[in-house]
T-cell receptor
Framework: NAGVMQNPRHLVRRRGQEARLRCSPM?????VYWYRQLPEEGLKFMVY????????ESGMPKERFSAEFPKEGPSILRIQQVVRGDSAAYFC??????????????FGNGTRLTVT | EDQVTQSPEALRLQEGESSSLNCSYT??????LFWYRQDPGKGPEFLFT???AGEEKEKERLKATLTKKESFLHITAPKPEDSATYLC????????????FGQGTELSVKP
């Protein structure tokens, strides 16, 4: 049973470019969460999505960041016009959802974004 | 505001030297407290979930306990392969499945 798959593992972008990070949840999981981890800092919640719905985006910066989880295909975290401060590891996690809210989140191995 | 504080930030142990990691939390209605292990360059790996004060869970050399305000991760006779960052997170009833993480404790076990 494949775990949470994230790609790419490493992404280098120049300032002003766009970054697209992809996440395929575990089989049978319908809820996806995105977290950001800055060097020497903890995991910070960004956004929580179900298929075709954003449930909680309270951790998302108001500008340049967006996320989607379409009916078909992976979840996408999109960062427009990247700046050096966006350099971080971005982790995706998934859970079954529904009545299983207290199920643990299962994490992928992250995408490490470097903005030059 | 829901908050998680872990201490110490870093811990160095000799192989076989037992110790404990602390996780203090403030949350409006705790649904669960979660412990994860994170190795460099990897995503967090789930260890335990605790749901109510007094609960304990064990896995190999690790034992997690929970009170109404904090959780402890006890490491008995650690080995070098236990070296990792240990993360504590809380889930509140009004927050869906979202986890709020602490900063982590970086554990180093020397042979």
């Amino acid at each position: 049973n494949a775990g949470v798959m994230q790609n790419p593992r490493h992404l280098v972008r120049r300032r002003g470019q766009e970054a697209r990070l992809r996440c395929s949840p575990m089989k049978g999981h319908s809820h996806v969460y995105w977290y950001r981890q800055l060097p020497e800092e903890g995991l910070k919640f960004m956004v929580y999505l179900q298929k075709e719905n954003i449930i909680d985006e309270s951790g998302m910066p108001k500008e340049r960041f967006s996320a989607e989880f379409p009916k078909e295909g992976p979840s996408i975290l999109r960062i427009q016009q990247v700046v050096r401060g966006d350099s971080a590891a971005y982790f995706c996690a998934s859970s079954p959802g529904g009545q299983s809210y207290n199920s643990p989140l299962h994490f992928g191995n992250g995408t490490r974004l470097t903005v030059t | 505001e829901d908050q998680v504080t872990q201490s110490p930030e870093a811990l160095r142990l000799q192989e076989g030297e037992s110790s404990s990691l602390n996780c203090s939390y403030t949350v409006s209605g705790l649904r669960g407290l979660f412990w994860y292990r994170q190795d460099p360059g990897k995503g967090p790996e789930f260890l335990f979930t605790l749901y109510s004060a007094g609960e304990e869970k064990e896995k190999e050399r690790l034992k997690a306990t929970l009170t109404k305000k904090e959780s402890f991760l006890h490491i008995t006779a650690p080995k070098p392969e236990d070296s990792a960052t240990y993360l504590c997170a809380v889930q509140a009833y009004n927050q869906g499945g979202k986890l709020i993480f602490g900063q982590g404790t970086e554990l180093s076990v020397k042979p």
